[in-house]
């Protein structure tokens, strides 16, 4: 094995071990959760590594890097998350390759979403990016809609051809009254996708957590953990 396929590997099953352990304590079956890892910055050789040692959901937050990094690994069996804000002029590029957008905050995006969706003839998953740092009409600083505009923004999800309304997403905030307070951030998510799925049953993904508070995630009930650092190691200096 190269030296970065055994770091790779090490990390890979020292995060398995975390989330097995995690799972075991909320008393909760470890398949319950999956594993995205946050590929970001890192090179398409790392993903290339990650699927042959079994990865399959593999994350992305900026357009410009994703879409070659995919070119580059279309013939493996990965599943491509785009976890970023996302501006509607790169909308027609994410469709192409994300099947699932976890950044889903406004109305004006699930309109693109959709209508490149249909133009190229696929079904996109979303979810809503839930955020906790937001007033009750605001946006997060860092992109989500508030918890009182999820029930309007996942009805529009529902109805635009082309989309699906997979669930939830948050980022544990870093202001607020959840500031440091990642299980009870999470907490509220759960509570919030409860309310979602009674209108929507099938939009039971929840997806929260990543290295350092995944362990709070899955005691919440999180469905899906985003880890990057943890797995390929602290991101390089851009630039």
């Given amino acids: 094995m190269t030296d970065r396929k055994t770091e790779l590997a090490a990390n890979l099953a020292k995060v398995e071990e975390r989330i097995a352990a995690a799972c075991a304590a909320a008393g909760r079956k470890r398949e319950e959760v999956t594993l995205i890892v946050v590929t970001k910055t890192y090179p398409a050789s790392d993903v290339r590594i990650l699927s042959g040692l079994g990865v399959r959901q593999v ?108 669930g939830l997403m948050t980022v544990a905030p870093l202001t ?19 309310d979602l799925r009674r209108a929507h049953p099938a939009a039971n993904m929840v997806s929260a957590g990543m290295s350092a508070d995944l362990e709070e995630a899955v005691a919440a009930g999180a469905t899906h953990v985003r880890v990057g650092t943890a797995v390929l190691g602290v991101r390089p200096r851009l630039g």
């Avoid at 070119?71 to 509607?88: I, K, M, N, R, Y």
């Fill in 59 to 166: 994350a992305e937050n900026r357009d410009q890097d994703a879409a070659p990094k995919v070119a580059e690994c279309v013939d493996l069996p990965l599943s491509w998350h785009f976890v970023g804000q996302l501006q509607t002029n790169k909308v027609r590029s994410v469709v192409g390759y994300a099947d699932l957008v976890q950044s889903v905050d406004r109305s004006r995006l699930v309109e693109a979403l959709s209508r490149e969706a249909v133009r190229a003839g696929r079904e996109v998953g979303c979810l809503l990016q839930v955020a906790l740092d937001a007033g009750a009409s605001e946006r997060g600083e860092r992109g989500g809609v508030a918890p009182g505009g999820i029930e309007e923004l996942g009805d529009l999800v529902a109805g635009s051809p082309g989309l699906r309304l997979d």
């Fill in 176 to 194: 607020g009254e959840y500031a440091g307070r990642q299980r009870a951030a999470f907490d509220r998510l759960m509570d919030l996708s409860t």
